[in-house]
């Protein structure tokens, strides 16, 4: 195969801020035209190698033949056009500067030149801007791409954190599960074995000193029991075994006794089927709302909504406290938001907040067709061995 022909440029110029030499594509049917655009370019200063085309198969067969700076095309070709391989550039995907040259240019001409993306338009007649328009030109796309691609690392590096985030929460949620398991069964199992113990004694003995002492770390074993059951809780809520709707009633029912706020919960009439890991990141969503509430809100009033619209679940939290801003969710110790819009993602949902004078609302919103809700890795939620049976004599 003949070795494409090259036309390098060397000037004795000052060097015009683009220190490489180019690569560009000349479609030019005219080998006198291609010369004087060769003077100009070396008279700019510019150095340059340059691959004169003039039809439409050459043209697609340069385009893949390597990484081009720029195509400089001349408006009238015969059987082709300028604009035709701007389109066909444009087609091919590739982002290049195309910068259009003819004899007689017509304003409309340009105009729509400029529209399909065509970087700059000259007339032969006056090619001493040809230099200044292709480095412009170069420059510019050189400055797109560098943004587009930073624009592409900044947007791989937030998906790795939302993955990292989201993986965390799941690690965090299964470690959980563990440590409540080895609570229920080392500690529980102990407690439970000493409490049978102290009770034997209680029946086989008749001092009336020993029998206080019996009953004194009768009582002491009881509170360790209720502890362990009130960690192993906060680890991993036992109550969702009886499905979300029990467990907001028994946080609501908690958060007003704990707080004195009333709070009125709204809960569907049949309780929905929900997928998978669905049901806890509900929990803690209103648990981390409540404790916000509790914190932050000042409110007199709180309200829980749970439904069920258009295969969405949606869980609102509102209160008519003090309202948040956008400073406070830019906290850089706070995480609990954070959190929530990471758990939220696990499981293919959202959550937003919205605050005014009357107070704060977050919405949980759940997707539960089977596309919307990917279940996290699943952390059982369901125990056999029912740790609220501990300590039962
Ligand atoms: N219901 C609310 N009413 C008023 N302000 C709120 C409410 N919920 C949150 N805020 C504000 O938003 C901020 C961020 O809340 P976020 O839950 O993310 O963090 P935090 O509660 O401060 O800390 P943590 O990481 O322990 O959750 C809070 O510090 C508070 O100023
Ligand atoms: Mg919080």
């Not at 100009?40 to 067969?61: K, N, P, Q, T, Y």
């Not at 809520?237 to 908690?254: D, F, K, M, V, Y």
């Not at 258009?310 to 209160?319: A, H, N, Q, T, Y």
Request: glycine content about 8%; some cysteine.
């Amino acid at each position: 195969m003949q070795p494409p022909p090259w036309n390098a440029t060397r000037s004795a110029y000052p060097p015009t801020g683009i220190e490489r030499e180019l690569w560009l594509l000349h479609l030019e049917d005219s080998e006198l035209d291609h010369e004087l655009t060769l003077a100009h370019l070396a008279r700019g200063g510019l150095r340059a190698r340059v691959r004169r085309i003039d039809s439409e198969a050459e043209f697609l067969g340069a385009l893949d033949e390597r990484d081009w700076d720029a195509i400089i095309s001349d408006y009238n070709l015969p059987g082709f056009s300028g604009l035709v391989a701007l389109d066909l550039l444009k087609a091919s995907g590739r982002d290049l500067p195309f910068v259009l040259v003819s004899g007689e240019i017509g304003e409309d001409t340009a105009v729509e030149a400029m529209r399909n993306g065509a970087s700059d338009y000259l007339l032969k007649n006056n090619l001493s801007r040809l230099v200044p328009a292709l480095l412009h030109a170069v420059e510019a796309t050189e400055m797109r791409r560098a943004r587009e691609r930073a624009d592409r690392e900044l947007d791989a590096s937030k998906q790795r954190l939302r993955e990292l985030a989201q993986h965390l929460q799941n690690s965090i949620e299964q470690e959980r599960v563990a440590i409540a398991r080895e609570i229920h069964d080392d500690v529980g199992g102990s407690l439970t074995a000493l409490k049978f113990d102290l009770a034997w004694i209680a029946r086989h003995s008749d001092s009336e000193v020993v029998l206080a002492r019996v009953n004194s770390a009768l009582e002491t074993v009881t509170l360790a029991i209720d502890s362990s059951k009130r960690i192993m809780h906060n680890l991993r809520p036992a109550i969702l075994e009886q499905g979300l709707a029990a467990a907001l009633h028994w946080l609501a029912s908690r958060f007003e006794k704990r707080t004195g706020i009333e709070c009125e919960i709204r809960l569907p009439r049949e309780a929905p089927a929900l997928p998978t890991g669905v049901p806890l990141v509900a929990y803690r969503t209103a648990q981390e709302a409540l404790t916000n509430i509790t914190k932050h809100a000042q409110a007199s009033r709180v309200q829980l909504d749970l439904s069920l619209a258009g295969g969405v679940l949606s869980l609102e939290i509102s209160d008519n406290g003090r309202g948040l801003g956008a400073d406070d969710l830019a906290k850089a110790r706070s995480f609990g938001i954070r959190g929530l819009h990471e758990r939220a993602g696990t499981v293919g949902g959202w959550v937003e907040l919205s605050s005014g004078a009357g107070g704060t609302t977050m919405i949980l919103s759940v997707p539960l067709s089977p596309l919307g809700a990917v279940g996290i890795p699943s952390v059982p939620v369901h125990d056999a061995d029912d740790p609220s049976q501990w300590g039962s004599l």
